[in-house]
């Protein structure tokens, strides 16, 4: 990139990310999106491009690849050992970046970087932006960047046309919703429930009135997740939110199945089957 | 008495701080899920409003003189002294608090919050399972169902303290991911806390974690250099002490001695990190030699890392100190100048350890003797000079690791 398309003025003459084309479309046609999570280098780095595309197969809309961390606080013990796995293949923010770069060259699959901050922090804001740029991604999520300390961050994304995603619970009030939708960009991840990711038995009662309570707040697409991971989930969440995230359930078959040469269309065929889940209800 | 220094600290930099985010500089801060957003501002909330309650203030004090067994006294080591020839080595007993060491401190101050916030149940992590045991002791003491999170790998080394903290009626959570030690003891309370916010107080150990954690801790640490400053000035006609010592694994005990000195210029602070075993990644807990500032559970601070940002692993004799990150207020006071920091090597504070018991009668914990090792090599050689040295805790929970160091003593 150029030193004078990194400066305001030509940024916000860059258009449309993938992310927000993807939404603008499902949301013409009047679907639901999938918002696939996977984490980076599970079973290993090599492996995380036929992945994707498997959950392209799929039906997924977007990707949310993971930086795998050593401590990942926010996670359930599924993407704990997922993340065990992939730092022990040896995977890194470069080799993620890596995997982006050889993606690019077989899909336009709107995708989003999803870390922990202490990776990227290392990597450095502006070599990220630059690089993550460069590589075809279409912007991040960091867990552990609350909106207060995203300053840096966010202006070292945006300079690169990336999308800067946020989350927000059951717990952040009208007024905070409000400053992190600001401060998003493509989508707000809405948090279902208490606790870590991982699958549960069943749909939290606080996840409708918090997509509610968004909505009221911003005109940025909503996407719900954390804990979602059937079928039965998605029908729940249609009617309301933009997209549903599924990740676990992801990280699950490739925990059981990660040596195993059909492991991309053992995604994919989740994905379909999730997919159905979003398409069966009309929305509200 | 008559003072050549003011009777509070009065550095105005150090006592604004943390400002309202909770950054001490360029530390501290708040790295949380979102949804522990609010459940932290609750707890700030309702920490400030406690901290000016008599009431509050009230019930802490009597708490601390009645439960804890405060004042501990400033003992003058002189045999000690005498022996390394220089510098009067006095000792802040805080090994003979109940439960035997500073823990108990905070887990006292955060019992009652957790009270008058209506919580039901509290969590807590721990690492040598001082502060685990401390936890369990408020815990029985005010009727509170209490789960500790303890690494695997700290339950078969500290497995006495394990059984202690079942005897008072504690569950002991192990944690069986990454290094099994106190890192993750951390994270798997920080995720039980993120579940069970409404009913839940965390009752973080140190000065360490997500604003006001931090702040709280370090203010209920503070009675530690309060009193062993009011003490020190009652014997010194008002002449302040030299030079502070106190090991640095959170850094709860040595924020909690140097804080209150922190306004008198004259006063030298050295905290001590764990050297352990050697200079590589993966052998000490020397986060202001190794490290570099960088952001785990929750605050912002120096961190043992790799080069991909990956927290390293580290290594201690004393699993007190066995932590990747430091306190965030030690991070900045070590960039101002303000304090100086160094590591000890598990030898040297074993040696320290031996000599302490021998000298004095007082075998302390492998934590603390990593302070009295620092002691050991600047002592001699400053005369003149007054020394005070934080006995952070006692040994007794170290006697297996004394053990397997000392063949000889077991012939």
């Known amino acids: 990139m150029s030193a004078a398309a990194s400066i305001e003025p030509a940024a916000a003459n860059l258009g449309a990310t993938r992310i927000e084309r993807a939404f603008a479309r499902l949301q013409a046609e009047r679907r639901r999106g999938l918002i696939a999570y996977i984490t980076a280098g599970d079973p ?29 606080i926010a996670d359930g013990p599924v993407i704990q050992r997922a993340s065990d796995r992939a730092l022990k293949a040896g995977t890194t923010v470069k080799t993620v970046l890596r995997s982006i770069r050889d993606l690019r060259r077989r899909s336009a699959m709107p995708l989003l970087v999803f870390s922990y901050l202490n990776p990227i922090l290392r990597y450095g804001f502006e070599r990220f ?90 005109n940025l697409p909503l996407a719900i997740g954390f804990g979602l991971s059937k079928r039965e989930h998605m029908q729940a969440v249609a009617p309301y939110a933009d997209a549903a995230v599924v990740g676990s359930a ?35 | 008495m008559t003072s050549s220094v003011s009777p509070l600290s009065t550095d105005l930099a150090a006592r604004k701080l943390p400002d309202s985010l909770g950054r001490f500089g360029a530390y ?22 406690a901290k000016d309650d008599p009431d509050f203030q009230a019930e802490m004090r009597e708490l601390l003189r009645q439960f804890a067994g405060r004042a501990t006294p400033l003992y003058h080591a002189k045999r000690l002294s005498e022996h390394l020839g220089g510098a009067a080595i006095y000792l802040k007993r805080e090994d003979l608090l109940h439960t035997g060491a500073h823990k108990i401190n905070n887990c006292l101050g955060q019992a009652i919050l957790a009270r008058r916030m209506g919580k039901s149940r ?39 303290n394990v059984f202690r903290m079942r005897l008072l009626g504690a569950e002991v959570a192990g944690v069986d991911t990454g290094s099994r030690t106190l890192k993750d003891a951390i994270s798997e309370a920080m995720r039980d806390w993120a579940a069970n916010f409404e009913t839940t107080h ?128 030690h991070a900045w006071l070590r960039d101002r100048g303000r304090v100086a920091y160094t590591s000890c090597s598990d030898g040297d504070a074993i040696a320290a350890a031996r000599m302490l018991s021998r000298l004095e009668g ?50």
């Open chain 2, 28 to 49: 501290g801060g708040r790295y949380v899920p979102e949804i522990l957003v609010e459940p932290l501002d609750r707890l700030e909330a309702f920490y400030r409003e």
């Open chain 1, 129 to 218: 932006a630059e690089d993550a740029a460069a590589a075809g991604a279409d912007g991040a999520l960091l867990t552990d960047l609350n909106i207060e300390e995203a300053e840096p961050y966010v202006a070292a994304m945006r300079k690169r046309n990336l999308d800067c995603v946020f989350l927000a619970s059951q717990t952040t009030g009208d007024k905070r919703l409000a400053e992190i939708a600001s401060l998003s960009s493509g989508f707000v991840y809405l948090v279902s429930t208490a606790g870590v990711t991982g699958a549960r038995e069943t749909l939290s009662s606080s996840a409708l009135p918090l997509i509610q309570r968004a909505r009221r707040q911003t």
């Open chain 1, 250 to 284: 992801f990280m699950r078959v490739v925990e059981r199945h990660g040596e195993d040469a059909g492991l991309g269309e053992r995604l994919a065929s989740l994905a379909r089957d999730l997919k159905q889940g979003l398409a069966a209800v009309s929305r509200k």
């Open chain 2, 122 to 160: 509290i969590i807590a992590e721990t690492g040598a399972g001082q502060h685990g045991v401390a936890a369990a002791t408020v815990c029985a003491l005010f009727g509170f169902p209490c789960t500790v999170y303890m690494g695997l790998e700290d339950m078969r080394r500290q497995a006495l």
């Open chain 1, 44 to 72: 290993s780095p090599a492996r995380t491009v036929e992945l994707i595309l498997g959950l392209e197969r799929g039906g997924a809309d977007i990707i949310e690849l993971g930086v795998p961390f050593s401590d990942p």
């Open chain 2, 202 to 329: 965390y009752l973080l150990g140190s000065a360490l974690g997500p604003h006001p954690y931090p702040l709280m801790v370090r203010d209920f640490q503070s009675v530690i250099g309060v009193e062993a400053r009011a003490q020190y000035l009652a014997i010194s006609n008002g002449k302040p002490p030299d030079l502070l010592i106190a090991c640095v694994g959170g850094g709860s005990n040595a924020i909690g001695l140097f804080h209150p000195f922190l306004g008198d210029e004259s006063v030298r602070m050295v905290g001590v990190e764990a050297g352990g075993r050697g200079a590589g990644l993966g052998d000490h807990a020397a986060r202001f030699t190794g490290g570099l500032p960088g952001v785990l559970q929750g605050t912002r601070s120096y961190v043992l890392q790799d080069d991909d940002g990956q927290i390293a692993p580290t290594h201690s004799v004393s699993a007190g100190l066995d932590y990747a990150s430091v306190g965030p207020e």
């Open chain 2, 362 to 411: 007082i075998i302390p914990a492998l934590e603390s003797a990593h302070a009295v090792a620092e002691a050991v090599k600047r002592a001699p050689g400053a005369q003149g000079q007054t020394f005070i040295v934080n006995l952070s805790g006692r040994g007794d929970k170290d006697i297996g690791i004394f053990r397997e160091n000392m063949p000889e003593l077991d012939a």
